[in-house]
């Protein structure tokens, strides 16, 4: 018997369901979930998947893989259910013990991999995905660090920068018209982090970014021109502190830079004329944390609080 096995031959806990022996359509095919199926267990959010974004208008997550999974079962976020291979089931067993007993109504469903890819329509190489509501959005931003998005249009990029907040302890405040969150792929980009960091959305962006003028935040405008001051000479940031992205092609919008206190650009050393959005942040970010007045480094392996 192989170790993968173990744990099913065990009593599975009371919200797992192993649903890798339901009926063949042949006697040697693999088997699959009927509509019936999928009706009865509250699976149709991850229909489709691949051509489908229903879930963002439907109010609901994706979440998939084993990382992004561990995050979210340490929260507080609401998850649904989440559908895994029975490797992922074993690994992920107890995350999942723990985060039943603080929420009843948690589901786990056990798959092939082929039942997984005939729900969803596209390989899950990841190893699990699922799906619960939205969580409301934050209503007041007081962390000493965020990072602002003027018009960022990639979700890749988004979620890639929730991750880097994460790393630095900020928190995230988008325009109205920057993308969301929400999409499945900027969740899995985001590994996780935006079920942690607080992500937030604003509808008067330039009043937002004068608001924090008046709170004494150091507002700066990460430029992709020649204007402004060179990263490296920034050498003493506030003790809290903006900084504002602008859109991957255009940047910062000039009425939104217009607003910050500074404008800071980082210096290319070859012929290409910006950062990908992403990188920008993660240079910027983890400078201006390095930097900051009143910063204070405890713990050991890099561990950081401020």
């Not at 929420?103 to 890819?117: A, D, G, V």
């Not at 699990?128 to 959005?137: A, F, K, L, R, S």
């Not at 924090?212 to 000479?233: D, F, H, N, T």
Request: with cysteine.
């Amino acid at each position: 018997m192989s170790t993968l096995e173990l744990p099913l031959d065990l009593p599975l806990p009371s919200f797992v369901i192993d649903l890798t022996s339901t009926k063949r359509s042949s006697p040697n095919s693999l088997p699959t979930l009927s509509q019936n199926d999928i009706q009865t267990y509250n699976l149709t959010p991850l229909t489709n998947l691949k051509s489908n974004d229903s879930h963002v208008k439907s109010g609901k997550y994706i979440v998939e893989g084993i990382e992004n999974a561990k995050v979210l079962l340490t929260t507080s976020v609401t998850c649904t259910l989440l559908c895994l291979k029975k490797s992922s089931y074993i690994t992920l067993l107890p995350f999942l013990k723990s985060y039943s007993t603080k929420n009843p109504t948690f589901k786990s469903y056990i798959l092939t991999s082929p039942q997984l890819e005939s729900l969803t329509t596209f390989p899950i190489s990841r190893g699990c995905i699922g799906y619960g509501p939205v969580p409301p959005p934050p209503t007041s931003f007081q962390n000493r660090k965020i990072i602002a998005l003027d018009k960022i249009s990639d979700v890749s990029n988004l979620g890639t920068i929730i991750r880097t907040a994460s790393n630095i302890g900020a928190d995230v405040v988008l325009s109205s018209d920057c993308c969301n969150q929400w999409y499945r792929r900027s969740v899995r980009c985001s590994m996780g982090e935006v079920f942690r960091v607080k992500v937030g959305r604003v509808e008067d962006f330039r009043g937002w970014v004068e608001g924090r003028r008046g709170e004494g935040y150091g507002v700066y405008a990460a430029s992709l021109g020649e204007g402004g001051k060179g990263l490296e000479e920034v050498t003493e940031v506030e003790d809290k502190w903006v900084v504002i992205f602008g859109n991957e092609g255009e940047g910062v919008r000039k009425e939104i830079e217009e607003a910050a206190d500074h404008k800071v650009r980082i210096e290319s050393c070859g012929d290409v004329d910006s950062y990908n959005v992403g990188v920008s942040v993660g240079i910027v970010g983890y400078w201006m944390w390095k930097h900051m007045k009143g910063k204070q480094i405890v713990g050991d392996g890099g561990k950081k609080e401020i």
